[in-house]
C-alpha cells in the first residue's frame, strides 16, 4: 500500500511569491496534518483537517492557509513568502482525530526561499 | 508551556552496543507518546508508541520506557546497526478542542560506528 506521497519535493520561490504543497494520505485515512519543520529542529504543528474541516491550527500567521478534497487529499498554500518560511513542509495522515492515532508522514516537500 | 525536549542532541555508539535515548516532558496531562525515526532526506517514521497508562512497550529491538513521576521518556535500541543512524524524535500527543497535534522536540541525532 502506498503511504503519505507529497508533492513538490522541491521548490524554489523567491521572496513575495506564493506556494502550492499537495499531500495525498494513506488510503482509508480521513484526517491530515501539516508540519513545518525548519533545519536542525522538530517538526511544528500548523494545520489539521478532517472530513474536509479545518479542526486545529497552529501558532502560524494568516499567510498559510489550508484546504481538504472529498478524496481527503490536502493542499497547503503559502502566500507572500518570507525567507523564513524555507523549510520542509511535512504532511501526516491518520485514520481520525479522535483518541490515539499514529500520524504517518510523508517524505515533505522542501521548499527554498530566495 | 507546551514542549518536549530531549536531554542528548548527539549520541555516538558502536556497532552491536545498545543505546538510550531520553526525553522530557511538560504537560503531565498528556496520555500518549510517539517515538519517530527520521533519515535524512526523509520524513519522520513512526517507531513505537505508549499509552500513560503503561510503564513500558516493546517492539522489534526497540523499548520505550514512560516515567509519569518524572514526566521522562526514553527509547532503548538493543544491538544497534548502521541502519538505525538517523534523528530520533519523542512526540506528545495533545489532544484538545475535538483535534489532535504532535508536540516534537529538537531530536537527538544517533551515530552508530562500525
Known amino acids: 500500500d502506498a503511504g503519505v506521497t507529497q508533492s513538490p519535493t522541491h521548490l524554489i520561490k523567491t521572496r513575495g511569491q506564493q506556494v502550492t504543497l499537495r499531500c495525498s494520505p494513506i488510503?482509508?485515512?480521513?484526517?491530515v496534518s501539516w508540519y513545518q519543520q525548519v533545519l536542525g529542529q522538530g517538526p511544528q504543528f500548523i494545520f489539521q483537517?478532517?472530513?474536509?474541516?479545518?479542526?486545529g491550527r497552529g501558532n502560524f500567521p494568516d499567510r498559510f492557509s489550508a484546504r481538504q478534497f472529498p478524496n481527503y487529499s490536502s493542499e497547503l498554500n503559502v502566500n507572500a513568502l518570507l525567507l523564513g518560511d524555507s523549510a520542509l513542509y511535512l504532511c501526516a495522515s491518520s485514520p481520525s482525530v479522535i483518541g490515539e492515532n499514529i500520524q504517518y508522514f510523508g517524505a515533505g516537500t522542501r521548499l527554498s526561499v530566495l | 508551556g507546551e514542549s518536549v525536549g530531549l536531554h542528548l542532541p548527539t549520541l555516538s555508539v558502536q556497532e552491536g552496543d545498545n543505546s538510550i535515548i531520553n526525553c522530557a516532558y511538560s504537560?503531565?496531562?498528556?496520555?500518549?507518546f510517539i517515538w519517530y525515526k527520521q533519515e535524512s532526506g526523509k520524513g519522520p517514521q513512526f517507531i513505537i508508541d505508549?499509552?500513560?497508562?503503561?510503564d513500558k512497550r516493546q517492539g522489534q529491538r526497540v523499548t520505550v520506557l514512560l516515567n509519569k513521576t518524572v514526566k521522562h521518556l526514553s527509547l532503548q535500541i538493543a544491538a544497534t546497526q548502521p541502519g538505525d543512524s538517523a534523528v530520533y524524535f519523542c512526540a506528545e500527543n495533545m489532544f484538545s478542542g475535538g483535534y489532535n497535534k504532535l508536540i516534537f522536540g529538537a531530536g537527538t541525532r544517533l551515530a552508530v560506528h562500525p
Open positions: 504537560n503531565s496531562a498528556s496520555d500518549y
Open positions: 505508549i499509552r500513560s497508562n503503561m
Open positions: 488510503s482509508g485515512h480521513k484526517s
Open positions: 483537517y478532517y472530513e474536509k474541516e479545518e479542526r
